[in-house]
């Protein structure tokens, strides 16, 4: 069974620090994975997603995420934090055999961003 | 474009009552997905449709949760008889196809149940 693990439930990082949110994966086929964000009281949103095409993948709003097979890991960064980065990640995975499309997402990070 | 329409935001019900949360899929999508984010847990799979058809409830409840995606209109979520343990924001997403197509999510509905 496919499952995820976000390390760190609160991260907090100083305005123009280095962001570095945790996901590992299990999976026994080659994953599909994602980083989405949710924004209080909103939806997710899709930051970037890895679909085996490369693995260091550019999203939005300045964030990136490298896909390690041997750590099984897919940590999410960004060089410098800004205040409207502030939110809840969720790291998720589809069974790489998958046909339904089922999201499995681990349990969130909250970033907070101090000034 | 419109993105995934989901209606209504905020929702409030008394125990025992019905209730119906409704979600409109992004253009030219018809897989939906419906999530559920209790407090304090991360967001969990409940069910994935296809026009007319539920392929995959293997996140459902066994009782008093159903949905659907008729031929025309919305899908549809639907609680019967609800309890307070239901309170969660419920959001869908859809997509262009199956399998690993990226899923575009609503804003969700919040649950309140008094």
């Known amino acids: 069974a496919q499952s995820v693990t976000q390390l760190g439930s609160h991260v907090s990082v100083s305005e123009g620090a280095l962001v570095l949110l945790r996901c590992n994966y299990s999976s026994s086929v080659p994953p599909y994975l994602f980083w989405y964000v949710q924004y209080p009281n909103q939806g997710l949103q899709l930051l970037l997603k890895y679909t085996s095409a490369a693995t260091l993948v550019k999203g939005i709003n300045g964030f990136e995420a490298e896909f390690k097979k041997s750590e099984t890991s897919f940590h999410l960064t960004k060089p410098s934090a800004h205040m409207s980065d502030a939110a809840e990640y969720f790291c998720?995975?589809?069974?790489?055999?998958?046909?339904?499309?089922?999201?499995?997402f681990g349990q969130g990070t909250t970033l907070q961003v101090k000034p | 474009n419109a993105g995934v329409m989901q209606n209504p935001r905020h929702l409030v019900r008394r125990r025992g009552q019905e209730a119906r949360l409704r979600c409109s899929p992004m253009?030219?999508?018809?897989?939906v997905y419906w999530y559920r984010q209790l407090p304090e847990e991360g967001l969990k799979f409940m069910v994935y449709l296809q026009k007319e058809n539920i392929i995959d409830e293997s996140g459902m409840p066994k009782e008093r949760f159903s949905a659907e995606f008729p031929k025309e209109g919305p899908s549809i979520l639907r609680i019967q008889q609800v309890v307070r343990g239901d309170s969660a924001a419920y959001f869908c997403?859809?997509?262009?196809?199956?399998?690993?197509?990226?899923?575009?999510f609503g804003p969700g509905t919040r649950l309140l149940v008094l």
């Open positions: 997403a859809s997509s262009l196809s199956t399998g690993r197509e990226t899923q575009y």
């Open positions: 253009k030219g999508h018809s897989h």
């Open positions: 998720a995975v589809i069974q790489g055999s998958s046909n339904t499309g089922k999201l499995i």
